[in-house]
């Protein structure tokens, strides 16, 4: 790790961290997250998940981990709203999942469906392109 001169803070060259290389990429980036925390609010209010409890949508093409007490793993899953409608060979789940639903391949990558990251904090997303990196304090 680089150390940052307190006169590099001051000028605006400690923008490097996160990809940003100048107060302008600093300020494309703050906007993304913005945007990102904005519209990840707008698709958790109850009106969108009620638009999208009708789609049923098949997870398949990859190994689906269940969590279930059998340490389960099958090879698609069907969603419905915000609920797990069916689990299982890809065969039975497009089955339950009829004729109207959504197909996502995940090219042979696991998914835990309910899995939920804990620690992300959509108010703190923001300020994450303003953390300058001080490098190792002694």
């Given at each position: 790790?680089?150390?940052?001169?307190?006169?590099?803070?001051?000028?605006?060259?400690?923008?490097?961290?996160?990809?940003?290389?100048?107060?302008?990429?600093?300020?494309?980036?703050?906007?993304?997250?913005?945007?990102?925390a904005?519209?990840?609010?707008?698709?958790?209010?109850?009106?969108?998940?009620?638009?999208?409890?009708?789609?049923?949508?098949?997870?398949?093409?990859?190994?689906v981990?269940?969590?279930?007490?059998?340490?389960?793993?099958?090879?698609?899953?069907?969603?419905?709203g915000?609920?797990?409608?069916?689990?299982?060979?890809?065969?039975?789940?497009?089955?339950?999942?009829?004729?109207?639903?959504?197909?996502?391949?995940v090219?042979?990558?696991?998914v835990?469906?309910?899995?939920?990251?804990?620690?992300?904090h959509?108010?703190?997303?923001?300020?994450?392109?303003?953390?300058?990196?001080?490098?190792?304090?002694?």
């Amino acid at each position: 790790m680089s150390r940052i001169a307190a006169s590099d803070l001051q000028n605006g060259a400690a923008f490097c961290r996160h990809g940003a290389r100048s107060p302008a990429d600093a300020r494309r980036r703050e906007f993304l997250q913005t945007a990102a925390a904005v519209a990840g609010a707008v698709a958790l209010s109850p009106g969108m998940a009620a638009a999208q409890s009708a789609v049923t949508t098949v997870v398949k093409g990859g190994t689906v981990l269940p969590v279930d007490a059998q340490f389960s793993q099958v090879q698609a899953m069907a969603i419905r709203g915000n609920k797990v409608l069916a689990v299982g060979s890809e065969a039975d789940v497009m089955k339950a999942a009829g004729p109207n639903a959504k197909g996502v391949d995940v090219s042979g990558k696991t998914v835990l469906p309910g899995f939920i990251e804990p620690h992300m904090h959509f108010a703190l997303l923001g300020a994450v392109g303003y953390w300058p990196d001080l490098g190792v304090l002694h």
